[in-house]
């Protein structure tokens, strides 16, 4: 997010937000731009600027300039969006506007000031579309929560004037639409604007935490934040603390070559290296993973890994302690890395299955550089 917005602008923002508000219109469908920003994925910045005018009519041209300087400040990215060419290497003239997402994105920011914008519409209908995605940007994020979210916002906008005045003065003030204003001023100028939403609640103080275990910075507070530092505080200690694995227990005892891991191994076997091979790049500061399986498909061919099973009283446990990873180069085989749980190094982990590695591998190589 940008530092600062001009204060002829902030200025001009808040000449709109005192002035009444015009009734937004109820209907559920989508008007004609709506449904060509749906169909088309972007919209021309001038397109834009028009969606907004249909419903906000206060400001005039002063709001339709003030869009984009709300989009930098806010980190939304304006592209240049082009015809598809009818002919190679022809000259392609480009347009500034927004993809879908985007310009949802900023609707939802521009009702969050409290201007008349109804981004509901466009929302149930990318929201279809984000239902089975893992991953989202951060305007796909803030489409996905709006409607847990809406109208509970709380946004600063701080204008680029000189902050060392001491002519210092609040003032308050409240829209119809419920949004609750605090404007802070130097020298009668805008100096911050303070928007909060008619359902935003003052919640329990957030505090940034570190979990000294894992190292993942969480949101204590967060529920959200909290369940990801769970999550991934329980995976790491599945590893560095490993458990009976009933899996892995009924495979050492019914599989010729239980430890082996190729490309017929199952899926389960081929994730318990991945967490091994992640662990092995984080602790070393590895630009890449050295393993290209994991929970949704087989390494391939070139690679063969090893989980190292507890051994007591030479009898093998569940409990996965290691892997390890050989990898096909050319016309030989190389070990392209180890890793052991901290709690069973130097305890003849490796030592104990070395011959049979030459047996497999023959004069196998070590990859460099050596730990």
């Given at each position: 997010m940008l530092e600062r917005i001009s204060v002829q602008s902030l200025e001009n923002l808040i000449d709109v937000l005192k002035q009444t508000a015009p009734t937004l219109p109820k209907t559920?469908?989508?008007?004609?731009?709506?449904?060509?920003?749906?169909?088309?994925?972007?919209?021309?910045?001038v397109d834009f600027e028009d969606m907004v005018l249909d419903t906000e009519d206060r400001g005039g041209y002063r709001l339709s300039s003030l869009l984009k300087e709300l989009a930098n400040y806010f980190e939304i990215p304006i592209?240049?969006?082009?015809?598809?060419?009818?002919?190679?290497?022809?000259?392609?003239?480009?347009?500034?506007?927004?993809?879908?997402?985007?310009?949802?994105?900023?609707?939802?920011?521009l009702e969050s000031l409290g201007l008349c914008v109804n981004p509901e519409r466009l929302v149930n209908k990318l929201t279809t579309t984000l239902k089975h995605k893992d991953m989202l940007t951060t305007s796909e994020l803030v489409i996905w929560e709006y409607p847990s979210q809406r109208h509970k916002s709380k946004i600063h906008l701080r204008s680029d004037i000189d902050a060392t005045q001491h002519a210092w003065a609040e003032h308050r003030f409240k829209g119809e639409n419920g949004y609750r204003f605090i404007l802070t001023l130097i020298n009668e100028r805008p100096y911050e604007l303070e928007v909060i939403g008619p359902k935003q609640k003052n919640l329990r103080p957030r505090v940034q935490i570190t979990c000294e275990y894992c190292g993942i910075k969480?949101?204590?507070?967060?529920?959200?934040?909290?369940?990801?530092h769970r999550?991934?505080?329980?995976?790491?200690?599945?590893?560095?603390e490993p458990r009976l694995s009933s899996r892995f227990s009924k495979r050492l005892l019914n599989h010729p070559d239980p430890e082996l891991v190729d490309d017929s191994s199952p899926l389960w076997m081929h994730d318990e290296v991945y967490e091994r091979a992640l662990r092995f790049k984080r602790d070393f500061r590895y630009d890449s993973l050295q393993w290209d399986g994991n929970s949704q498909r087989r390494a391939t061919p070139n690679f063969e890994g090893h989980l190292f099973s507890e051994k007591l009283e030479l009898l093998p446990t569940g409990k996965i302690v290691g892997a390890c990873a050989f990898y096909w180069r050319k016309d030989h085989w190389t070990l392209y890395w180890i890793w052991v749980a901290p709690s069973m190094r130097r305890t003849g982990v490796l030592s104990a299955r070395w011959a049979a590695f030459l047996e497999r591998y023959g004069d196998f190589e070590i990859e460099w550089p050596l730990s």
């Open positions: 559920k469908r989508l008007t004609t731009r709506e449904l060509d920003l749906v169909q088309s994925g972007v919209i021309l910045a592209r240049y969006i082009y015809h598809k060419p009818r002919y190679a290497n022809g000259e392609n003239i480009g347009w500034q506007g927004y993809t879908a997402p985007d310009a949802v994105h900023l609707l939802i920011l969480y949101t204590k507070g967060d529920l959200e934040s909290s369940l990801t999550r991934e505080h329980a995976r790491l200690k599945r590893v560095l």
